[in-house]
Nanobody, 118 residues
């Protein structure tokens, strides 16, 4: 499975970004249709952490630090997952990754860098 994240960039505090995760490969459709999937992030010097997850049925859960600011969604027909980031803060600066939930070690992609300036 190939998971390719995109949409990151440099934004000022309070700004917005929309991240995309495209699944490609022979089993990508099965992964996105069958599994719960999620966004994770890793800031410099910190462990990777769960940001938001969305289940097959559509229910979602978020890390307390991003509740009411980030929105996760999925379009299974397009094998794509999204993360809308609003009201960004400098502490949101990190590399953002998508994966299954819980994560599958062999699925990690390169991620997309989000940098929030104060």
């Amino acid at each position: 499975v190939q998971l390719v994240e995109s949409g990151g960039g440099l934004v000022q505090s309070g700004g917005s970004l929309k991240l995309s995760c495209l699944a490609s490969g022979a089993v990508s459709r099965r992964v996105f249709m069958i599994n719960d999937i999620a966004w994770y992030r890793q800031a410099p010097g910190k462990q990777r952490e769960l940001v938001a997850a969305i289940r097959r049925g559509g229910s979602t859960n978020y890390a307390d630090s991003v509740k009411d600011r980030f929105t996760i969604s999925r379009d299974s027909a397009k094998n794509t997952m999204y993360l809308q980031l609003n009201s960004l803060k400098p502490e949101d600066t990190a590399v953002y990754y998508c994966n299954t939930f819980p994560a599958t070690n062999t699925f990690w992609g390169r991620g997309t860098q989000v940098t929030v300036s104060s």
